[in-house]
């Protein structure tokens, strides 16, 4: 019997199990797939459809579409927010307890005026008004001092938390920076004070010069599957210039990074039937954007297993399936 194989990623000191006994081929998760597209542009239920949301919400950005004839995109505070600034982030405590009111925003992205679309198969210059969507907004809540973190992220598929079929992305900005970033960030930080370099900058070029774990690359960007990816078909998006904070982005790097963006999910949809997926950029917390030893990425996660007790109680993913495999099914066009 093969035998199994335990990896570590070098950006969060974390390990992840390849158990060969469980292995699968990406083509065994075609069928994982969720509903197929509806086939209406518009939906008199849906609240993101064109009509329906501006009687609910107050429209916080609108894009136009290049054409000038209607909107393209449009952002609206989420009508159940898991935080508000009604609240201010002022700690108290309750007996032991460290507690705090839910200060921060949260934003829903609609993503075009089409209910049936999704970004891997609306045309690239729409995608790239999402991209401009999200840079706007992220820097607009960046300038609010109470802000500690924005997190841009997309649920799609009920597999991966999305209510609404509508295509939509959402933004969370709060008071606090989570353990879970800090951790990273003092990765990075230990890996930087030991060899003088940032990991991913590291970690970028050593991909680049193996080349098996690649699926796209640009002028700006590359795509690949990461060494100690968590689960089959995890992507990673990382800008080939060192920058830690996503607002720093130029604008050429906004269309290179929509280009690759557009490319991966389109080849996630085709070659696995439209998967439930999650992605999310993973930027710099406040103060950390000129950090040397920090990158900003993004990460791409299909939903094509389920995590269960094992993961639960150690914190360490079993992936079935071989990162270099995952690469090159999805390489092959
Ligand atoms: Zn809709
Ligand atoms: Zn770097």
Redesign the pocket.
Known sequence: MESGQIRLNKATGEWVIYAPSRRKRPQDFQQASQDKPELIN??KS????DG?EMEKEPILLEIINPDHSHWQTRVVANKFPALTTLESPERTLNGIYMIMPGYGCHEVVIESP??QQTLATMPVTEVEIVIETYHQRYLKLMEDPQTMMVIIFRNHGKGAGAS???PHSQIIATGIVPSHRRWQETEAQRYFDHWGRCVYCDILAFEKQEKKRIIEENDLFVAFIPFAAEVPCEIMIIPKQHQADFGSISEAEKTAFTQILHDVLGRLYHKLNNPDYNYVINTAARYKADEPQLHWYCQIQPRLTTPAGFEMGSGIRINPSIPEVDAAFLRDK
């Open positions: 518009h939906h849906c609240p993101f459809c329906n089409e209910h609404l079929r509508h």
